[in-house]
């Protein structure tokens, strides 16, 4: 087996890892019609990970043309992931101090939580000082972060 750590993962694959990592609990089968999303079916491998963090509040999915989605074989985003992450690790972000990243506004969605796993030594920065939110996440990344989260 080749772990290929500099690949990029994709958002059912991160979703997998950090559902089975914080210990959330996830059903043994599903059925036709629990899933809100047009692009997740039972007999995915991943479908009972996205039921169970749809039903926690961990993802919402894209409304788009055609239903919600999850678009579980694309790419996940840092800032995707940071949320995923933090969610699903069930962590109060409230007293999180702006990390100062020069593309991660303090208005954006997703800021909170990269600040957040700033402030914790979870994530870091590039050399410029921008996060690159909306740069894929690699599989070594998800590997470093899922572990420094979990510790």
């Known amino acids: 087996n080749i772990f290929m750590p500099d690949r990029e993962i994709s958002r059912s694959e991160f979703l997998k890892i950090v559902m089975k990592s914080s210990g959330t609990p ?18 995915d491998w991943f479908g009972i990970y996205v039921k169970s963090a749809y039903e926690l509040g961990i993802i919402q999915g ?3 043309e ?16 940071m949320k995923i992450l933090i969610k699903a690790f069930k962590i109060d972000t ?5 990390a ?3 593309d991660v506004p303090a208005d954006a969605w997703f800021a909170e939580y990269i600040n957040y796993a700033a402030q ?5 920065g590039y050399t410029n000082g921008n996060f690159g ?3 894929n996440l690699t599989r070594g990344q ?10």
Do not use: C, H, M, W
């Not at 055609?66 to 992931?81: H, K, Q, W």
């Not at 914790?120 to 870091?124: A, D, E, Q, R, T």
């Open 26 to 43: 996830i059903p043994e089968s599903i059925e036709p019609g629990d899933l809100p999303f047009a692009d997740v079916s039972p007999d």
């Open 62 to 64: 894209y409304d788009d």
């Open 66 to 81: 055609g239903g919600i989605r999850f678009r579980p074989d694309a790419n996940i985003s840092r800032a995707e992931a």
């Open 94 to 98: 409230s007293s999180t101090v702006d």
């Open 100 to 102: 100062r990243f020069l």
């Open 120 to 124: 914790k030594g979870i994530v870091s």
């Open 133 to 135: 939110p909306q740069n």
């Open 142 to 151: 998800a590997a470093k972060i899922v572990t420094l989260i979990s510790n």
